[in-house]
């Protein structure tokens, strides 16, 4: 699959495109435009149904800007960094790990010292990637945007989060006790991060400010196996790939625990939740894994950690990172604030562990789009199989042609439809580039007023999937599209084939 | 009313809380818990429905980084700033305007020059109000955050955006385009914004990161009478101060714009849209405002302005400003980027006139909390008088006490409910502490399940605004509850009184 095909639809057609664009821009910042503010708005919306609604999370909204005092208890200002080199010759920067990955296939893992990493460029006699030229040594670059807060002469040192998580951690202590809550529990936000990447890449992939979904699920460490929703998903089929066992299989969720491939049954039942998920989003089971990551690769914070890929054609992308992140970040909060953060729980005093999910927004919209896009030789145009519950718009509704009342007939059914669904109303073209421009943007259903529906009250449907079309009365339109769109009728059975 | 009294509630109950607390923090951050979190959503859905769908805006979301030449373009570099004076003595640093303001009375215009402000300070001889110590000369601070991005050698300049609506502007292209739009349409988009504020204050009022809900209508100035909904809303009366007629008074939409009061039957239509917006949400209309602002207050874009205001015990807090920004914004991006953002209008070029409607929504949500307070010594609590669309929470259950079986019927009725409403479950403290606890959150329906309830398959439900009880059947719950929160039934008669 051509990436760029999908691309050029996405800009075409208002998904999304590089941000201020007008102007000189930045790399690494996209904006959405009316349709993909709509499909992400409806990607974030089926999350919080999904894991805050269904799981019972309290759901809160902090500031993206944060003071220094949060990032240095959380370890931000010492780790967050990434290893940068330099050409003398022609100036350019690279990230080294990245650089020594391509140019000699050896992988970097994240705590590997600045001393190694000079000693592989040397070994393998790593050049400039642009000019051939001689490069430095490595020095750690701070990923985190600083900010001066106040006026110049007094300002105070602040950062944009580079993870949504920080805001739950250091918030915790006024949830717990405004919600009176009871372990475990959840606590997740929806919100942007920011991170200063040396080279941004592959549009929504790799930004510099990106739309993270977290939740931290708070819980007894003594009692991970004690779970009782892990029963509702014990039969559910996991694709896994284990340290273990290095191949990718098919488990069940309970086989799993029984096998030790996984280390407790609360991440079991949420790692089973989030191939749910992302599978529920019209991504095929086939494309999607839970991926156990390696040592190496493991951030500091982590005992344990799953990545949710989903393949495409740029390879596996991770979309969800699944870390037991211990006491870590209590404790660290703890210790550096002096403020305690622990839980009563039958009289005595614990700190809570961390199991946290962490969805990137834009990765998940692009491999969405790669995954419901289809290319049709037949139709001459490509569209978005998009599910229900996602499609930018529920329907369209369009006149056949601009005359004889057939407008105004239009115009009724749409203002009608639209007190309940989402709905796109257009009157520019011919039908059949109506049909294909509602293909492109992945509506399910158009609705045409024809000379007919004057005489009869009725209209046409057609079936974005199959093209075909059926006539119903305008007084059953409701009813019917909702029925269709529920899945609950097949299409050719809901009315007059025509 | 005590103010205080609602920040009380706010921090115990996790409506609102200083950012990051439990570290050294900054101030002008505020974090909203989860009843916070799920009000300030259900206002932004509120202002999203009322808006972007019924108003068929285009909802867009850009990033809060944008590079330095946009904000070159729309004249943020040059002119978005505060005059600043310091204390030579204490070294503490103050707004000149509103220093001048609080100790000579004296109102300072926003493009007063440092000379003009300096003579007035040694005129009135006004000193540091903190040590009473000389102040120096008044230099001007831009009040936006300022960031490098990528590594510190080769950094670009970008700042984080002071108002969502420059992305709007630096869209229009893309959006006009891939929705083959027409004029007048609307852009629309909820967002953050950011301000590094000399002094800020008012918890929610004056923060230095906030939300904003904000709509740009692009239309023909030839057509500003031409405007069909007008229609819809020309008996609507007005709360009305302008600056021809310096009286509040009210006046319909059709009388105001026959007597020139507003200049333009779609600037009439918006304005009468944005009051009852607000107040659907709760705010009584005689604490509501549209005031027309002075030459002197008026940003230098606007070439007319209506500030929607709330009355609150801290005075009349302006939540909406509403502007005429004429061609300016489209006009300064198309020179300082050479691309053409001009629109085709019967075969003829137009460069767009725009109206803003620029709302605060943490400004609202707190004008919100304000007067749906309810200062109650009868029952010994406050609480809040939420309008059902906009309450944390649609209804909770409760079982009457922790035995007998009464908790698992509860938990039946919950799981039945959480299907169709925003419902909260608490099994601890006596029944009336739960009632209170729901009032103070606003909770309009309790449900309670008691020893009846075992035998007669039936519950209570008790009403927030009466405190009065009914019987229903648990069968009918459901649908009871929809009409009671869509005000089709009476209270007293959905049910067996109790």
Excluded at 35 to 64: A, C
Excluded at 334 to 356: F, Q, R, T, Y
Excluded at 362 to 374: Q, S
Aim: charged share 30%; net charge positive; aromatic share 12%.
């Amino acid at each position: 699959m051509d990436i760029e095909k999908i691309l050029a639809v996405a800009k075409r057609r208002g998904f999304f495109y590089p941000g201020a664009e007008i102007h000189k821009t930045i790399a690494g910042f996209w904006h959405y435009g009316p349709i993909g503010t709509t499909l992400k708005k409806k990607i974030e919306n089926e999350w919080r149904n999904f894991f805050i609604k269904e799981e019972e999370f309290y759901e809160i909204e902090g500031t993206n800007i944060m003071p220094e005092s949060v990032f240095i208890a959380s370890g931000h200002i010492k780790g967050f960094t990434d290893p940068l080199v330099q050409c003398k010759n022609c100036k350019s920067l690279h990230r080294a790990d990245k650089l020594i990955e391509e140019k000699a296939g050896i992988f970097v893992p994240e705590r590997t010292s600045t001393k190694k990493i000079d000693e592989i460029i040397k070994k393998k006699k790593i050049k400039c990637p642009d000019c051939d030229g001689e490069l430095t040594n490595t020095r750690f670059f701070n990923m985190m945007f600083k900010l001066g807060v106040g006026p110049t002469e007094q300002a105070e040192t602040a950062y944009l989060r580079p993870e949504t998580c920080q805001t739950i951690f250091v918030d915790f202590l006024n949830v717990y006790r405004a919600m009176r809550a009871k372990l475990p529990f959840g606590i997740a936000q929806i919100g942007r991060s920011f991170r200063n990447e040396i080279s941004p890449r592959q549009t929504l992939l790799r930004q510099r400010e990106f739309s993270q979904a977290e939740a931290e699920i708070f819980f007894n460490s003594d009692k991970i196996d004690e779970f009782p929703r892990f029963e509702e998903v014990k039969n559910y089929k996991l694709n896994l790939l284990t340290l273990d066992d290095k191949k990718l299989k098919k488990v069940t969720v309970a086989d799993a625990v029984k096998k030790g491939l996984i280390k407790g049954k609360l991440i079991a039942y949420y790692l089973a939740r989030i191939q749910q998920f992302i599978n529920s989003l019209g991504i095929p089971l086939e494309a999607i894994r839970l991926r156990e990551q390696t040592d190496e690769e493991r951030p500091f914070y982590a005992k344990y950690a799953f990545d949710c890929d989903v393949k495409t054609s740029l390879g596996w992308i991770e979309v969800v990172a699944n870390h037991y992140r211990t006491d870590y970040d209590l404790s660290s909060h703890m210790k550096a604030s002096g403020k305690d953060l622990s839980v009563v729980e039958n009289g005595k005093k614990i700190i809570p562990h961390v199991w946290e999910i962490s969805q990137g927004i834009d990765r998940t919209l692009f491999c969405v789009m790669f995954h419901c896009f289809i290319e049709d030789k037949k139709r001459g145009w490509n569209w978005f199989k998009f599910p229900p519950k996602i499609i930018p718009f529920d329907c369209a509704v369009y006149p056949l042609v601009l005359k004889d009342n057939l407008p105004k007939k239009a115009k009724e059914v749409y203002e009608m439809l639209r007190k309940k669904f989402d709905v796109f109303y257009d009157e520019s073209g011919s039908i059949g580039k109506r049909y294909a421009r509602a293909d492109e943007i992945g509506i399910s259903f158009c609705v045409t007023t024809d000379y007919d529906s004057l005489k009869e009250e009725d209209c046409t449907i057609r079936d974005r999937d199959t093209t075909k079309q059926i006539r119903i009365k305008i007084q059953d339109l409701t009813k019917i599209l909702k029925q269709l769109m529920d899945k609950e009728i097949e299409f050719e059975k809901a009315g007059k084939p025509i």
